[in-house]
């Protein structure tokens, strides 16, 4: 939603200069959908495209494919490798991974914490290299730190809720939760509806209306946020100046800052 936001507002800014856009949302991580989408922009006539990929060969393919033609992009939110895009604005997906790690390492104190951790889609490379940037880390730094659990949400609400219901059956198997991408209100609400007796340490990522709401309930310990609104607002204004003005991006990968925020931040 706060990357959309930043979207929304470059549009509407560059509106007085004669850019036209078009917005499409999508639910899920989808590649068949992503490439479809993507050729009805180019049948409208775009002359690029901000993207948040899917980390597929196909949508890698139809990307190179038509930056040779002429249509350029900027991808913002989750980067794709091999690829002609001009830039890449939003985290640095593999040191929010550290950051997470050492969140953890500080909460642990050296005494041994079993983690469950729940993933995302393979297909959406900003979880897969915050994942491996955690665990990295925690193999380097935290020995004391042991994953017990890992789960597979495919991103979703839905998918999050009936997954950590069943894993919070067995709470006593661990001592903390973190959640590396999508699905994290489905998850706030299973712990929630969960209503255990002693409280399981919960981080995610990114300061969504649901995560502000559980962290000033004491539901969410921390979450590590990205400045979502920039990545959307920037990826835009790059694009935007490349086209109608022949800016070249200074750099290809525009990074935003990382930042720990708890209950007492807000």
């Keep these: ?14 509106s007085s200069f004669g850019v036209t856009n078009c917005v499409r949302v999508m639910e899920r991580y989808d590649e068949v959908e992503q490439s479809e989408v993507i050729d009805e922009m180019v049948n409208a006539g775009v ?18 494919l ?7 992009f900027v991808t913002i939110n989750t980067d794709i490798a091999g690829t002609e895009r001009i830039a890449y604005v ?7 991974g550290f950051v997470m790690a050492g969140l953890l390492g500080v909460i642990a104190k050296g005494s041994i914490l079993n983690l469950a951790v729940i ?22 730094d935290f020995s004391n730190i042991r994953i017990v659990s890992e789960i597979e949400n495919e991103g979703r609400d839905d998918c999050s809720y009936d997954q950590v219901t069943k894993l919070l059956r067995h709470q006593e198997d661990f001592d903390a939760i973190c959640v590396l991408g999508a699905g994290i209100a489905g998850a706030i609400q299973a712990y929630r509806a969960a209503n255990l ?37 920037d990826g835009v204004q790059l694009l935007t100046r ?4 022949g800016q070249v ?14 209950k007492y931040c807000l």
Excluded: C, W
């Design 66 to 72: 038509l930056s040779k033609q002429g249509i350029k």
């Design 249 to 262: 991006p200074n750099m290809q990968l525009n990074y935003t800052n990382l930042s720990i925020v708890t």
């Design 197 to 233: 007796r002693h409280h399981i340490y919960f981080f995610v990522y990114d300061l969504i209306a649901e995560v502000r709401q559980a962290l000033l309930d004491g539901v969410v310990d921390a979450t590590i946020t990205q400045e979502p609104f920039k990545q959307g607002y």
């Design 90 to 96: 939003g985290s640095h997906h593999t040191k929010s």
């Design 47 to 64: 002359k690029g495209i901000v993207l948040t990929p899917v980390n597929n060969e196909s949508i890698r393919m139809k990307i190179n």
């Design 119 to 140: 993933k995302g889609e393979e297909s959406n490379l900003a979880v897969a290299r915050r994942y491996k940037g955690m665990i990295n880390t925690l193999s380097k």
């Design 1 to 14: 939603g706060d990357v959309l936001a930043g979207v929304r507002k470059a549009l509407s800014e560059f």
């Design 242 to 245: 490349y086209l109608a003005y």
